[in-house]
Each structure stands twice: as C-alpha cells, then as structure tokens.
C-alpha cells in the first residue's frame, strides 16, 4: 500500500543554519506530495505542494522538488528561525480521487538562537 | 473568519462515558475529513463525507459514528469511550474536484480529548 517515512526527529539546529527533512515515499501511480506544518497547540497547514514529478514546491523560504526517479521530497530551508520550530509533516495523496492523505510520523524542528 | 473550527477544544471524560465533537467549515468545500493524531503525533485519516456521502471509511472501531447534517458540518460521536481513544482530532476540509489528489486540506484547530 502507499505509504511516507520521514527522517526522526526532533532535529535540533541553530538559527541561520540549514535544514533539510527528507521524506521518501512508496504509491503507485502518481501521487501529489504535500509538506504541512503543525505550530505548537495548533492544526495542521499547508506549507507547499507539488502535483507532479519534477515539479518544485516553494513556500516561506522553503522548497521541495519531487522526484520520482527516488521516490522523495525532500524540504530544505537556506536559513531557518526560531519561529520555524514546528512539526514537519510529508504526505501523499494518491490517485482515488478521495482526497485521502497518507501522512509520514512527522519531524519535530527545534530552532535556538 | 475562522475557516474551520471544531468544538470543544478540549475534553476530559471518563472511561465508558459517550461524547461528540463538532466540525464546521466556512469554506464552501464540499468535502470534510476526520483525522486522528496519536501521542507520538502520527496522523491517520479515520472518516471522509463528500457532499453528505461517506467516501472514506478506514479501519476504525464502530464506536466511532461521523454524521454529516451538510456539506458545511461533520460531527464526531465516540460510544464507549476506552483510555486508547486519548488523542487530538483533526477536522479537515477541501474541495473534491477533478483533480481531488491535489487539492489542499485546511485543518480545524483540533479537539484534544482525554480519557481517564
């Protein structure tokens, strides 16, 4: 079945320092892959998506490209912040036409000053 | 203006007793999507209601009741409650199109439920 793993956490960095969260997925056919963030005590939002391979989402200062030749997505980030702590989720939605997301276990980021 | 909210916030009850939770999404979607988050905050999809249909329905006990009064509205009841049902539940809405795998979730803030 499909399915997304995520690298474990939590990831620790200081500000400025880049960041990169991988994310590999296993689904047939041809998913659209999804970066939603969670903020601490609240829901999910949409960081950034791509619907295609090849296609590079960009969003924040954040980018992924998905790439279908290794099955990832990878996000990078140039420079993060203290307010870029957060939980990290890479998911998929496959082509069932339900709207279904298969999420990975989430990358907890902790930025220090 | 909230887009999609979902009442309680929190809740605290006891073993055995029934409770509900309620989702309402302002967005005009027509599609409305229950979520589970664990304590090690894995997510997984529970219910999806498109246009007041049940579309998704994954594995989950049949204590677990969603209704859909309207496309706007998707309700949770859990009978029984047992200690394994603490989590935070995620209330989502989109647009299901032609293109429904690439449209974007919008998630209520969650109801964060406690089982004693």
């Known amino acids: 079945g499909n399915s997304v793993t995520q690298m474990e956490g939590p990831v620790t960095l200081s500000e400025e320092a880049f960041l990169t969260i991988n994310c590999t997925y296993t689904?047939?056919?041809?998913?659209?892959l999804f970066w939603y963030v969670q903020y601490p005590g609240e829901g999910l939002q949409l960081l950034l998506k791509?619907?295609?391979?090849?296609d590079k989402g960009s969003n924040k200062g954040f980018e992924a490209t998905y790439r279908k030749e290794t099955t990832s997505f990878h996000l990078e980030k140039g420079s993060v912040q203290v307010s870029d702590s957060a939980v990290y989720f890479c998911?998929?939605?496959?082509?069932?036409?339900?709207?279904?997301?298969?999420f990975g276990q989430g990358t907890t980021l902790q930025v220090k000053p | 203006d909230t887009a999609v909210s979902q009442t309680p916030k929190y809740l605290v009850t006891q073993m055995g007793n029934d409770k509900s939770i309620k989702c309402e999404q302002n967005?005009?979607?027509?599609?409305m999507y229950w979520y589970k988050q664990d304590s090690k905050k894995f997510l997984k999809i529970m219910f999806s209601y498109n246009n007041k249909e049940l579309i998704i329905n994954e594995t989950v006990p049949n204590r677990f009741s969603p209704k859909s009064p309207d496309k706007a509205h998707l309700n949770l009841h859990i009978n029984s409650l047992e200690l394994g049902d603490s989590a935070v539940y995620f209330c989502?809405?989109?647009?299901?199109?032609?293109?429904?795998?690439?449209?974007?979730?919008?998630f209520g803030p969650g109801t964060r439920l406690l089982v004693l």
């Open positions: 989502a809405s989109s647009h299901l199109g032609q293109g429904a795998s690439r449209e974007t979730q919008y």
């Open positions: 967005l005009g979607h027509d599609t």
């Open positions: 998911a998929l939605s496959d082509q069932s036409n339900t709207g279904k997301l298969i």
């Open positions: 689904a047939t056919g041809y998913p659209s």
């Open positions: 791509a619907t295609k391979a090849d």
